[in-house]
């Protein structure tokens, strides 16, 4: 088979499980999608896929709902961070590393995946995020830079706020958003532009809203907490597995 067939084949799967995920779960696409891409992709590869279908799908997640602006006024101290923090950590993306980036990236998933299957929910008093959303805005920046993946720690911490179901999906696309747009500044700022062109990026649109659009449509009909088990545990024994590789090929 060619390769560049099979390589197009395999990327377009991966945008579709991507979506599926973030239809029936609200979240995953960049997670699925750094996780599987950076198996056979380097990182920053992956992220330069990754940049227009997140973007587009966060986008369209963030203004289905209440307004934004409420959303922008409380939350734009930790959106600043995940900018600079995301610009600062995408030195280690871009720094032609492909082992220490897969390592990151293989750890990172693995500790989201066990925090997401075995922690207990816990409650961030709204007196605190003068304070804790700039930091956990910081930390999710640097990972951001680091990796291509958004989600660690700013969705527990999101998710940790009480937020109204609908409040609690915008915030996310929010900072999924802010992130994707970070990301590709970051990658920007040292050079390394898009990785495989912004019209490859584009084309990748289409596979992740097929599978967004079916994972909605399958929403009711499957237990989303059984998918979102199984979910989380493929990105356990996806990250340990990149992790494990990265380590014996250094």
């Not at 995920?21 to 699925?32: N, R």
């Not at 203004?63 to 600043?80: E, K």
């Not at 527990?156 to 996310?172: H, K, N």
């Not at 912004?198 to 809203?209: F, G, K, M, T």
């Amino acid at each position: 088979m060619d390769t560049n067939l099979f390589l197009m084949g395999a990327v377009g799967a991966t945008f579709f499980f991507a979506g599926l995920a973030k239809g029936v779960t609200g979240m995953g696409l960049p997670t699925v999608a750094m996780g599987v891409l950076g198996a056979f992709l380097s990182p920053l590869a992956a992220a330069g896929l990754l940049l227009v279908p997140s973007f587009v799908t966060n986008l369209w997640q963030l203004l289905t709902g209440p307004g934004v602006s409420p959303l922008i006024r409380r939350f734009w101290p930790m959106m600043l961070a995940i900018l600079a923090g995301t610009v600062t950590g995408s030195t280690l993306l871009t720094s032609g590393d492909t082992r220490a980036t897969s390592m990151a990236l293989g750890i990172v998933l693995s500790v989201y995946a066990a925090y997401a299957m075995i922690a207990r929910p816990i409650r961030v008093p709204r007196r605190l995020e003068p304070v804790a959303s700039p930091l956990v805005g910081l930390i999710t920046g640097l990972v951001t830079g680091g990796t291509g993946v958004f989600v660690i720690p700013a969705v527990p911490y999101l998710q940790s706020l009480g937020l109204e179901r609908d409040e609690l999906v915008q915030a996310l696309g929010l900072s999924f958003t802010v992130s994707t747009i970070a990301l590709a500044i970051g990658l920007g700022w040292h050079g390394a532009g898009l990785q495989g062109g912004w019209l490859a990026s584009a084309l990748c649109v289409l596979p992740a809203l097929a599978g967004m659009a079916a994972g909605q449509a399958i929403r009711s009909r499957i237990s989303p907490l059984l998918f979102r088990r199984i979910f989380l545990a493929f990105l356990l024994v996806l990250g340990v597995d990149m992790a494990t590789r990265a380590l014996w090929r250094g």
